[in-house]
């Protein structure tokens, strides 16, 4: 619809959906709010009935993957790339 022309206001989400308003050069036309409606976390769940070894590692994978991430600098380098759609805590 937006490459349409036929609608007026669009609630998407912020980093997904502005790649999408790039390749339709349509940046120049959209305002964008530097407030959020609203945010949420996200979070990983691993269920203690499916424990497994594979579980228990992709468990370790992820967590060891997080705290480089945080100790590397990456999500502080995402709030500076993507001030308005990563709020800071």
């Known amino acids: 619809m937006l490459n349409k022309e036929r609608i007026d206001l669009l ?3 912020s980093i997904r959906d502005s790649e999408r308003i790039k390749e339709l050069n ?3 036309e959209i305002i964008r709010i530097k407030t959020p409606f609203f945010k949420t976390n996200t979070y990983f769940v691993f269920s203690e009935k499916s424990k497994t070894p594979a579980i228990d590692s992709l468990y370790k994978q ?3 993957a997080m705290i480089k991430m945080k100790k590397d600098g990456f999500f ?3 709030k500076v790339k993507y001030p308005y759609y ?3 805590n």
């Open 11 to 13: 609630i998407a989400s």
């Open 26 to 28: 349509k940046s120049d």
């Open 62 to 64: 992820i967590s060891q």
């Open 76 to 78: 502080e380098n995402l």
């Open 86 to 88: 990563i709020p800071s």
